[in-house]
């Protein structure tokens, strides 16, 4: 087992959302929303290309629906702006926009199938390239956020940190369950979800995409249970 990645996967997300956030200072109003225009449209792209791969659309379409129902019922996108605004409760009053920020940029880090990927090659391989590759990704995207969104978005280091390490400590009893199947099924998932977050981001929409969080991993129930009948 090797955490290594994990690590540097939260480390440059929470750097990127400092730096991003003190470059936002400098710039006007026009170029911030031009720059999230950018970003949505970088993100948008990021989320097609994980979608070209497929998957069963009756697993799909269940998947989400069942995710929505779950997500929804508890509101975890609430629960999520409730977490933001506390802490933009607790900090100076210059600093606003903490909640959107700091969801924004979790989901975009935690959504997608590279964590859980990430995660099973740390733990069982001790190798952490993937995290490395995924490091690459968040923190481009995540300064960029932080330059329009401001500090929150480097809060996202502490669930990002959270979510890798139990991964990768319980990456043995996950990698006997995430077969190849299973893990493209939530990585097209995640992408799907990743596109939702793209359009928010342009202003297209307002989707709750928090409530979404469990649909990539509504794959992994359907394999359990077909392994049991």
Do not use: Q, W
């Not at 939702?196 to 249970?225: D, S």
């Amino acid at each position: 087992m090797n955490l290594t990645g994990v690590f540097i996967n939260a480390i440059c997300v929470f750097a990127a959302g400092i730096l991003g956030s003190i470059f936002k200072k400098g710039i006007p109003e026009r170029i911030k929303r031009t720059l999230m225009l950018a970003l949505g449209l970088c993100v948008l792209y990021v989320g097609i290309d994980g979608i070209v791969a497929g998957m069963d659309a009756v697993l799909l379409v269940l998947s989400v629906s069942i995710g929505a129902f779950i997500g929804e019922a508890i509101d975890f996108d609430d629960k999520f702006s409730r977490l933001g605004r506390y802490v933009e409760s607790r900090m100076p009053k210059n600093e606003d926009n903490i909640a959107d920020g700091f969801v924004s940029a979790t989901l975009f880090v935690c959504v997608g199938a590279m964590a859980i990927v990430g995660g099973i090659e740390s733990g069982t391989k001790g190798t952490y390239n993937t995290f490395l590759a995924k490091s690459c990704i968040d923190t481009l995207v995540i300064f960029i956020m932080a330059a329009t969104k401001g500090f929150g978005c480097s809060l996202a280091a502490i669930p990002t940190l959270l979510y890798e390490l139990l991964i990768t400590l319980f990456s043995g009893a996950i990698a006997h369950i995430a077969t190849a199947e299973v893990i493209n099924s939530m990585s097209v998932i995640g992408s799907l979800l990743i596109v939702g977050i793209a359009l928010n981001l342009m202003e297209i929409t307002r989707i709750k995409i928090g409530n979404f969080i469990l649909a990539p991993f509504v794959p992994v129930a359907v394999y359990l249970i077909g392994k049991l009948f």
